[in-house]
Structures are given as structure tokens and as C-alpha cells.
């Protein structure tokens, strides 16, 4: 274990044991499975992930999709050999099972050939934005999501929606500013959420975390995820060139 891995595992631990965590599962549940933990992120490991945004910024894949989505991301394989914090951040055991308390079933980080895993997004030109969606899983089991923000400097928002299509409940709306260190967890499957159009001279910044119940997926779906990672994330060279040389630097 690396001396990276060591210390942000021991950082989120002692994060966690100063968190009622009682408190944020009931609110996870009352909520239909979303959470949001202002600033919790301690302010250390937040600079050490803001100097690995720096640090991949020339690995940014833009993309766009009319009527739907604008914006740069990097992928796992990039964050892999360039941002080890967040990748220990992403593994951290005490993290993995705070999450797994949250969901109230076992969960774990997704395998390492899906690029989507941990991955960050980039908001840095006017209009970037992405519109309301959910995150479907192409796994067996559920999806889980995690969005941590690191830079804030703009108009935009996440809009979430809960208790989208719950019979006999009204939608209610949030619209969050993600500052640095601010932690939403969800279930993909059940929060209806965008991002609103970026504007002159702002720039936002978010680390995604996906973790699931099943990390099995038919080679269809798998075809299919790859498909949609490659033109409307990461690039064809990312996900389909890469995988198998970022697979084994996980060995």
C-alpha cells in the first residue's frame, strides 16, 4: 500500500468518526436515497486533489452534445496515473463502507476497464452545462453516485430533483452550489439531476464517483457503455485504446 493510499485513507477515517452518521442516514432516507454534506471534505486533501486538477488538465476530452450537454472530462485511466488521491479517495475502505451504510446494501468501486469509474468533469467555457438525466447503471446491480466538489467559481448549479416519479410525491427541487470538499451521494437510479449553463469567465470543477452492487455487465451493455464513454465523455483513444494498459497498472 503506498504512502498516498495509507494517508487518505486515515484522513477520511477520522473524517468519518466525527460524523453522525445515524443523522445522515435518515436524511438518505427520508430524501429518497440523496444526501448532501456541505464543505465535509477535509481542507488538506482538497488541495492535494485541486493541484491534481492542475496536474490533468491536459487530458481533457471536450465534448458536446446539442441539446443535451457540454463540457470537458478526464477519465479513471488519466486519474489513475496522474491524481492518486483521488483514486485512494475512490478506494478508501472506511469511505466504501460509509456509502455501503448509506445505500443499507454492500457496494464496491466499479472494475477497473470502466473509465466512467472515477472521473472528473470539467465546466471551464460559456455554456458548458449537461441536462437532466439519470444515472442508469449498465451493470447487473444498482449504481451508486458520489460527486465531490473541487472548484466553484461560477453561476452554475447542480439541480436535483428527489422523488422524481415516486407515486403520490412531489418532486422537490434543490439547486446546490458544489464548493470544494462538498460531498452528494445518491442513487443513480432515482435522482433526476442536471447541471445549469456555465457563464462568462466561471469555471467549475467535479470529481464522480461510481460504485455498485454487482460489478458484473453482458458484453452488450459493456459495448454499449464504451460507446457512449467514448463519444460523450472520454474519446475513442480513452476508453478503447487505453483499458487494457490502465487495467494493469491496477494489478
Given at each position: 500500500m503506498?504512502?498516498?493510499?495509507?494517508?487518505?485513507?486515515?484522513?477520511?477515517?477520522?473524517?468519518?468518526?466525527t460524523?453522525d452518521?445515524e443523522?445522515?442516514?435518515?436524511?438518505?432516507?427520508?430524501?429518497?436515497?440523496?444526501?448532501?454534506?456541505?464543505?465535509?471534505?477535509?481542507?488538506?486533501l482538497?488541495?492535494?486533489?485541486?493541484?491534481?486538477?492542475?496536474?490533468?488538465?491536459?487530458?481533457?476530452?471536450?465534448?458536446?452534445?446539442?441539446?443535451?450537454?457540454?463540457?470537458?472530462?478526464?477519465s479513471f485511466?488519466?486519474?489513475?496515473?496522474?491524481?492518486?488521491?483521488?483514486v485512494?479517495?475512490?478506494?478508501a475502505?472506511?469511505f466504501?463502507?460509509?456509502?455501503?451504510?448509506?445505500?443499507?446494501?454492500?457496494?464496491?468501486?466499479?472494475?477497473?476497464?470502466?473509465?466512467h469509474?472515477?472521473?472528473l468533469?470539467?465546466?471551464?467555457?460559456?455554456?458548458d452545462?449537461?441536462?437532466?438525466?439519470f444515472?442508469t447503471?449498465y451493470?447487473?446491480?444498482a449504481?451508486?453516485t458520489?460527486?465531490?466538489?473541487?472548484?466553484?467559481?461560477s453561476?452554475?448549479?447542480?439541480?436535483c430533483?428527489?422523488?422524481?416519479?415516486?407515486?403520490g410525491?412531489?418532486?422537490v427541487?434543490?439547486?446546490l452550489?458544489t464548493?470544494?470538499?462538498t460531498?452528494?451521494v445518491?442513487?443513480?437510479?432515482?435522482?433526476?439531476?442536471?447541471?445549469t449553463?456555465?457563464?462568462?469567465?466561471?469555471?467549475?470543477?467535479?470529481?464522480?464517483?461510481?460504485?455498485?452492487?454487482?460489478?458484473?455487465?453482458?458484453?452488450?451493455?459493456?459495448?454499449?457503455?464504451?460507446?457512449?464513454?467514448?463519444f460523450?465523455?472520454?474519446?475513442v483513444?480513452?476508453?478503447?485504446?487505453?483499458?487494457?494498459?490502465?487495467?494493469?497498472?491496477?494489478?
Amino acid at each position: 500500500m503506498s504512502d498516498t493510499t495509507t494517508s487518505v485513507a486515515e484522513t477520511v477515517a477520522r473524517a468519518l468518526a466525527t460524523l453522525d452518521v445515524e443523522r445522515v442516514r435518515r436524511e438518505y432516507g427520508a430524501q429518497n436515497e440523496f444526501v448532501c454534506l456541505e464543505r465535509w471534505l477535509p481542507a488538506p486533501l482538497v488541495e492535494r486533489m485541486l493541484a491534481e486538477v492542475e496536474r490533468v488538465r491536459p487530458a481533457i476530452n471536450r465534448n458536446f452534445i446539442p441539446r443535451h450537454k457540454k463540457g470537458g472530462s478526464v477519465s479513471f485511466y488519466a486519474l489513475l496515473e496522474q491524481a492518486p488521491t483521488m483514486v485512494a479517495l475512490y478506494r478508501a475502505p472506511a469511505f466504501v463502507e460509509f456509502l455501503a451504510g448509506l445505500a443499507g446494501r454492500p457496494l464496491q468501486p466499479c472494475p477497473p476497464d470502466d473509465p466512467h469509474s472515477c472521473a472528473l468533469y470539467f465546466y471551464t467555457e460559456p455554456g458548458d452545462h449537461i441536462g437532466f438525466h439519470f444515472d442508469t447503471s449498465y451493470y447487473r446491480g444498482a449504481r451508486y453516485t458520489v460527486l465531490l466538489g473541487l472548484v466553484e467559481r461560477s453561476s452554475s448549479r447542480l439541480v436535483c430533483q428527489l422523488f422524481k416519479n415516486v407515486p403520490g410525491r412531489r418532486p422537490v427541487e434543490l439547486r446546490l452550489a458544489t464548493h470544494p470538499g462538498t460531498l452528494v451521494v445518491f442513487n443513480g437510479d432515482k435522482l433526476w439531476h442536471a447541471v445549469t449553463p456555465l457563464g462568462e469567465a466561471e469555471e467549475r470543477v467535479s470529481l464522480t464517483l461510481e460504485y455498485v452492487t454487482d460489478p458484473t455487465m453482458s458484453p452488450v451493455k459493456r459495448l454499449v457503455s464504451n460507446l457512449k464513454d467514448a463519444f460523450a465523455y472520454f474519446g475513442v483513444r480513452q476508453v478503447f485504446l487505453r483499458s487494457r494498459e490502465s487495467t494493469r497498472v491496477t494489478q
